[in-house]
């Protein structure tokens, strides 16, 4: 193999027969047919998938690493998630737990054009950790949209999200949102940054981008797992200007590991911002696994600009502090529901978070 | 609420706990904040997902019964797996196990174009199951490939789909694949059809689908899970003189019910034929699965045309006769890898399940 993409799975299994399953894998991950009925040399030198090393990690689950051929992806991010899980996605016995990229493929997909960096630039802050809310319930008008941002801005928050939920639907058609509360956000003099979220194909995607750089925006919110990898990855060399937040809707995390899919994979594809369910809130995730997730949107990947993390999910003001302890700066916190439950308190509510952002101290 | 989508979960819970963790799934997958922020009626009468019933199925798992507004999911099949499922998926102790589609969004989707019918049209074929074969390894040169294919269609067989992993690699690349296949099979006077797998993203694969028909090529294949639901639901639309098979690679069905999600979904959006994993192949499915996956496929939804079936991972020519009596004819029978490993007599072995499909009688 010239070039490999190390996979590792987390199997169950018996000690007895990891080492056959551990094969069928690399075989399903790679030439998807009998070894013994490959003629050609260099297929079974260069294609197939090969077993790296297994591990036993206790409990009945062990660790194998599989080789496969990097020029089996080519230039297509599609065709990544497809060689990392595609078939073996469907077999229950094993989860999608890492890879190991190599520096030609993290060098064709790009990773953050903005980052970091840029995401605190569009907002006017230094070193600080940014806050985030978002705009919902699906239902309200845009004008009634345009409303709630404009006092979360009064507040002082650095980014308003759109709701996930929120589509093209009949209730508040995209451009009608975006031309409301970009008007609602216009001359306050506050450096709040609107993040409309895309929906529809891709096509529908790119006109919407359009929409909202003539409104001002510079930021979009995107599900990754819903318009697909290639098609992501395509919007984003497109537009460069444009900074990225990705949103974890149908990860189904439980069957690829959550640091690997949103920390590694959909920072490997250019999100400037990956969303993610912090512990402690309306989903699972141990304080370990939101730790990884973290950890892979900053850590060292392949030279790519680091990520920014927003953890969120059923957040409140009252945990900003013990957040900002456990994963310092390099963040941004969303609060949502949290926010918008103050009703008439939403600004002073809004100010709160903000405050408790900008007044905390780190390291104590 | 004027139209619903009602959406079935299966959550493992116990019977003290399960109404209030059912409401916190119909509110998450609708308005995702606390109810009692929300101040306007029409939103909570119309909006706010509702739990229409709970049944306790047994070992700890209840079934929950969730109405959502069709108008949340707009015209955007992109948003019907994200109000299906979007956040939802995260939780591990849901599955999504059915959904009843309103006619309005069957509509709206407008499910197989060419169906079952058109498919045996294509390959000249009556009443009976039709053949399918499989193309890989991949790392194969084109020539070799067509070569491949001659043999194959020698052997009579119906259908020929390049294997799921064959993308737009240095090794074949799609266009020169797709002429070195189409060009072998040319002049054979066999009605053998060639059925490309399209990947990267909307665009790459438009440019896919014009040289494929170019090439005399009327039926393709796509993976729904790595495309996008939008993407995949475009595209169909667009080219409505194609045929459309669907693989289940990412599907990690463990999460989604595979009749729901590869038999009905796939279906819904347009797919003509179904590629899924047969019982007592290389995957997990129970026959009760597959059975109920074909059932979706084939029965009443919304008036929509009927979806081929295509049973596979790991079939052999030994299986025909079992499988066409459980299927019985309404079904193309996928048989890649125990073909290709006859070598030398790869066009005897495809006569032999050639043979076996049109020899079989019915219901004995």
Redesign the interface.
Known sequence: MRSALLVIYRVRSDARSIEARAK?IAV?Q?????V?????D??KS???GRVVDIGDVGNGIFSVRIAL?T??????A??L???L???T?????VVLHDAEIPDELAATFGGPRHGIRGLRERVGAGARALTCSAL?????SPA?LGALAHRMAEGGIDYIKD???L?????SPFEARVEAIATALRGLGSNTNYVPSL??????MRGQVVYARSAGIDTVMV?PM??????L??LMRENSDIAFLAH?????????APPLLLGKLFRLLGADAIVY?NHGG???YSPGTCRLIAAEALGILNGLKPALPVPA?GMTTERVDEMLDFYGADIMLLI??AL????EKLVEETADFVNAVKGHRYGR
């Open positions: 069928t399903e790679s030439v998807e047919m009998p013994e009925a490959i003629d050609e260099t297929i260069d294609i197939v051929a020029e089996t992806v080519g230039c297509d599609g065709q998630i497809n060689m899980f595609g078939n996605s469907i077999h229950d016995d919902k319930p699906q239902g309200l009634r709701d996930h939920g589509a093209d639907q009949s209730f929906s529809g194909d891709l096509d529908v599900a819903i318009m697909g990898f290639s098609n990855n395509r974890p809707a149908m990860a189904g995390a439980a069957r690829i369910p309306r989903f699972g999910g949502g529901g918008l439950s103050a009703r």
